[in-house]
């Protein structure tokens, strides 16, 4: 825990990167202690601490940034500017997928990982939260969903590894969720936007060591060009 008393008056910012399940005992006593804030992903591991984090920076009427920095990036402002425009019409179906993968000994490393109570869940809450944040981002909020989880190949973790959903958006469209963390394949990053006349794309690949870097993650949207 952190005291107010123990901020340097100086300090104008306090950046938040403790395990997830503590981070409202970290911001909410430098919110009082009027410090801005920026916070690692997710939040907290809990609705009631994420709401409990956000309501004490309203009252000490701090700044509260949470760390989501991939719906900065120059591909997906450029994106999302042409959506909101309706350049590429009407969305109908947007998917995204994160196949990962992350070793029993990744977990065994911090006690913290894999656990409700400090990672507040697997692949979701940890691995994909950034992934989600862009289907959001683009695609809009949800109005219906519905999912399973499981955890399938590691042993001794709380929380799921493989994650798939069927979403219905505010907006009318569909989508799809699918979540891994136990594929071994070399790094992707592939977006793809295809339109009634053409398609929109940015691709990264690269190398990856065997461990940690073995990342799949991938974003398609689909729209229909009204006549």
Not at 61 to 81: D, H, P, T, W, Y
Not at 83 to 108: C, H, M, N, P, T
Not at 140 to 148: K, L, M
Not at 159 to 176: K, L, P, S, Y
Request: proline share 2%; net charge negative.
């Amino acid at each position: 825990d952190v005291c107010s008393s123990d901020l340097d008056d100086n300090v104008d910012v306090v950046t938040i990167a403790t395990p997830s399940g503590t981070h409202s005992n970290v911001v909410i006593p430098a919110a009082k202690a009027g410090k801005h804030i920026i916070c690692e992903k997710p939040l907290e591991t809990t609705l009631g601490k994420a709401d409990a984090i956000i309501e004490a920076c309203k009252k000490n009427n701090v700044f509260l940034a949470a760390v989501f920095q991939s719906r900065f990036g120059e591909n997906v402002q450029l994106i999302k500017k042409a959506i909101d425009e309706g350049r590429f019409g009407r969305l109908i179906l947007a998917s995204v997928q994160v196949k990962w993968y992350r070793s029993d000994d990744y977990y065994a490393s911090d006690g913290w990982r894999g656990t409700w109570e400090l990672d507040g869940g697997g692949v979701l809450m940890n691995q994909s939260i950034h992934i989600i944040d862009l289907l959001l981002f683009l695609a809009g909020n949800p109005r219906e969903v519905f999912a399973f989880t499981d955890l399938l190949t590691h042993s001794g973790l709380e929380v799921e590894d493989t994650a798939c959903a069927a979403i219905r958006f505010e907006n009318g469209a569909m989508g799809v969720l699918r979540q891994a963390l136990h594929v071994l394949l070399d790094f992707h990053v592939n977006w793809k936007f295809p339109v009634r006349m053409g398609a929109l794309y940015s691709k990264t690949t690269g190398s990856s060591d065997g461990s940690l870097q073995n990342n799949i993650l991938k974003i398609r949207i689909y729209v229909v060009k009204e006549r």
